[in-house]
């Protein structure tokens, strides 16, 4: 469950937002230990924001928590008196001959963090980010020592299966699972982690379905990960042990999914699937999911057990989209730049009752520019959602990117909404600062549809980059000529 | 927050984490004493502004005497961090 506090900048407030902290880190799946600890990192945080950002002067403070499936992260904003907390470093002997404490809460910021970010936006405010990753135990360790993945396999039998869905007591058996089918290669850390499938499941953040042989042993498991954003989900953490492949497990549980997902009132369903083979393209498209977008150094390395080559150090996905909803439409403006390919991709969804309305938007652009931050720190990347446009967008933006400049990031993404004419202008402008166009995110942010825009950071091989149907060979094309383009420049 | 007091020493019980708020309120009623005990029993954390409000107590021109009642574990962790437990004297600040 994420949270959202908006606090009158005062003192007295600062006990009532670092026990909420605590609470919620618990009832998210911290330990007690490590909840008191971003306690702890947040009053330090709140309290230097008071007495010298703030000092006498009133304002408001906004602290978001926010839930991964491998970590908490709290993201603190505030717009008073430009200071910068990292240029006060703290040194013992000092403060110990010449009481000269400064740089102690910082000091203390890190040793309770896992990671600690300041990041500087200039007028659009400060932000400071606390991250803490979950410690629970590997499934190995909860295993008897010395055995083998291939140990855990039960032998291949003629059986009927029960499809049921996954429930926190399967933590464990979906952990199991996945060690025995991918040993270590599979690229989501957090399924070898039973405590944090559990929470996942206990918070609602995924659902999923899980196969059992009439002995009631694991044989495959597929999950939706719900969006926090928005009304739609991902498929994925799809896994059948190697014994009881090729019976259309797979099948059976791809149709129970579509079905939960609607019952949960899902209005559509996405996936991510690897460029570095088409095998889940390939699944998605039999489905009836659409290739939306391909998403240039997404993913970190995967590594397949069974495949001997290998993939390259980043992996691109194409997005493929399965609306649940025949009330999806497409939107009003596209950018000129785009039109032609995203009319192309629209135009798959053949099935939707989908109109393009002539009339005028009722929305009305903002003064002001809104700019949200996702900031993924075990794939390097970022995700940059326009909220609103605002006159002041290429500003805000270039604050934004001062502000990351000194993460080592991959690639920077930014979605901007099918919502107003000044797209056109900020497709221009991005265009300008080495982005290239991704695709379409249907349904991506607040149920709305959003182009995505990418700023590539690595080395690209496209000729790595596999795709199966035909869109998503197009926007191949396409992204290829864009990048060759920037990378010529 | 739960005060006592006499002509040389104040004791405190704190209603939850020792933060700055606290360390104000603890300032205010202070004076010229020359001891203070504080209840930690229901905190979770003693921020740095509290460390070096009581470091300031006791190394300052007063050398006031300050005994805590049952400091959480992270007190320990960030007396360490701070690198002032080479100075304090933790067996006689922390009441058993």
């Known amino acids: 469950m994420e949270a959202h506090l908006l606090l009158e900048a005062r003192l007295p407030m600062v006990g009532s937002a670092t026990d909420f902290t605590y ?45 991964t499936f491998s970590e908490i992260e709290i993201a603190i904003q505030e717009k008073g008196e430009p200071f910068d907390p990292e240029k006060h470093s703290y040194n013992a002997d000092r403060a110990i001959k010449y009481n000269d404490f400064e740089g102690a809460a910082l000091k203390t910021i890190r040793k309770m963090t896992d990671q600690f970010l300041f990041l500087n936006r200039g007028k659009d405010g400060k932000e400071f980010r606390l991250v803490k990753q979950f410690t629970s135990s590997h499934i190995k360790d909860l295993l008897p020592e010395h055995l083998d993945p291939e140990d855990l396999d039960e032998p291949e039998a003629d059986c009927d299966y029960l499809l ?40 609602e953040y995924k659902f999923g379905t899980i196969v059992r042989t009439e002995a009631g042993g694991p044989a495959g498991y597929f999950a939706v990960i719900k969006s926090t954003d928005s009304m739609i989900g991902e498929v994925g953490e799809a896994v059948v042990s190697p014994n009881h492949r090729g019976r259309g497990l797979m099948k059976k549980m791809m149709n129970e999914l ?81 039109e032609d390919i995203l009319s192309e991709i629209y135009a798959q969804f053949t099935g939707q009752n989908r109109t393009i309305g002539a009339e005028t938007p009722a929305f009305q652009d903002p003064d002001q520019t809104d700019l949200g931050l996702t900031i993924n720190y075990e794939t390097q990347n970022v995700l940059i959602t326009v909220k609103d446009y605002g006159k002041t967008f290429e500003t805000s933006c270039l604050r934004l990117f ?28 991005l265009k300008e600062q080495g982005f290239i166009f991704s695709g379409l995110m249907p349904l991506f942010h607040q149920e709305h549809d959003f182009m995505r825009m990418q700023k590539i950071m690595i080395e690209t091989n496209f000729d790595k980059i596999n795709t199966y149907t ?8 396409l992204i290829k000529m864009e990048y060759d383009a920037v990378q010529k420049r | 927050m739960q005060y006592k007091k006499d002509k040389y020493r104040i004791e405190v019980e704190l209603p939850g984490d020792f933060n700055l708020n606290a360390v104000r309120l603890i300032s205010e009623q202070m004076g010229d004493r020359k001891e203070l005990r504080i209840d930690l029993s229901k ?54």
């Open chain 1, 402 to 429: 001062r502000s990351i400049d000194e993460l080592n990031l991959n690639a920077i993404y930014i979605d901007l909404p099918l919502k107003s004419t000044r797209i056109n202008g900020a497709v221009e402008w």
């Open chain 2, 43 to 96: 905190a979770h954390f003693v921020n740095s502004k509290a460390i070096i409000f009581m470091h300031k107590l006791m190394f300052g021109e007063k050398q006031v005497m300050v005994k805590l009642k049952d400091p959480p574990k992270i007190f320990f962790e960030l007396l360490q961090t701070l690198g002032l437990h080479t100075v304090w004297n933790l067996d006689e600040i922390v009441e058993p």
């Open chain 1, 258 to 338: 579509i079905k939960m997902s609607k019952q949960r009132g899902l209005l559509g369903l996405f996936g991510m699937a690897s460029t570095f083979h088409i095998i889940s393209q390939k699944v998605n498209d039999k489905f009836g999911f659409r290739s939306t977008a391909l998403i240039i150094a997404k993913s970190p390395q995967k590594l397949y057990k069974g495949m001997a080559s290998q993939a390259s150090e980043v992996v691109s996905v194409v997005m493929d989209f399965l609306p649940l909803t025949r009330l999806w439409r497409k939107p009003i403006i596209l950018p000129d730049e785009y």
């Open chain 1, 164 to 203: 049921t869905p996954a429930t926190t007591e399967d933590a464990e058996d979906i952990a199991k699972l996945i060690y025995r089918s991918y040993s270590y290669t599979y690229s989501k850390e957090d399924l070898y982690f039973p405590k944090r499938i559990e929470t996942a499941i206990k918070h």
């Open chain 1, 23 to 67: 609470k919620w880190c618990v009832n998210m799946g911290l330990s007690r230990d490590d909840a008191t600890k971003m306690a702890l990192a947040t009053d330090e945080v709140l309290t230097d924001i008071l007495l010298h950002g703030y000092k006498n002067e009133s304002g408001y403070i906004e602290i978001w928590f926010q839930y």
């Open chain 1, 470 to 477: 035909e869109l998503a060979g197009k926007l191949k094309s």
